[in-house]
């Protein structure tokens, strides 16, 4: 079988700093619009009226915690899949990138990821997404994002050596289910993650990721 790269992230050390989110657009030069990597903050929970103080409200399970989440260069690739010129490509080592010289701005990959991973550039006309920073990984380098984080929550590697040493765990809220597309990911879950499919959280920081 050949090697398949894959990333690694540790929720449950992540604080939500946004420095790989950060780190990905500066290194790749990319619009504010564009984010090849992001940081979703999911949480739940509600305040409730204290028994014996007006006006006063408790916390009644409230939680948070943060997810980084790319391009998983899953092993089942729906972009791949479904791209009409051979544009969305998938490399030996598993790294799945754009040939942009033979895309032509579709979006059929966006509309097939279940992670928004391939993302529309409206000013080149043509679909981008992250690459695993190829340029760096076949220099032998770690991606931005890998080397940028301050809490050391990110890693990168032959994704059967991370599950190896990490588990199996590729998926908990609010990332679809692992099955879809099998992705080159494994996740050690915060304290209070919950399972892909069944949280009862919502995404805190939405409006800007629109």
Same mark, same amino acid.
């Given at each position: 079988?050949?090697? @398949? ?19 990905? @657009? ?34 009644? @399970? ?37 040939? @942009? ?11 097939a990821c ?24 076949d220099k ?71």
């Amino acid at each position: 079988m050949a090697k @398949q790269l894959g990333f690694y992230f540790d929720s449950s050390i992540c604080v939500n700093c946004k420095v790989c989110q950060v780190a990905c @657009q500066d290194k790749n030069d990319l619009p504010p619009h564009l984010r090849w990597r992001r940081v979703l903050q999911y949480g739940g929970g509600d305040w409730l009226p204290h028994p014996s103080r007006p006006g006063l409200f408790i916390p009644n @399970q409230v939680f948070s915690y943060a997810v980084s989440i790319s391009c998983n260069h899953c092993e089942k690739p729906a972009c791949v899949e479904v791209c009409p010129t051979g544009a969305m490509t998938k490399r030996s080592d598993g790294i799945v990138f754009v040939d @942009q010289n033979n895309c032509i701005g579709c979006r059929y990959c966006e509309w097939a990821c279940p992670y928004s991973a391939p993302q529309y550039n409206d000013i080149e006309g043509v679909m981008s997404k992250c690459n695993f920073c190829m340029d760096l990984i076949d220099k032998g380098e770690k991606p931005a994002c890998v080397s940028a984080c301050v809490m050391r929550a990110l890693d990168f590697g032959d994704i059967e050596e991370l599950r190896a040493r990490y588990g199996n765990l590729a998926a908990i809220e609010p990332l679809p289910d692992a099955s879809i597309t099998s992705p080159a990911l494994v996740i050690t879950p915060h304290r209070h993650a919950q399972a892909s499919g069944s949280g009862t959280g919502r995404v805190l920081n939405l409006p800007e990721e629109l």
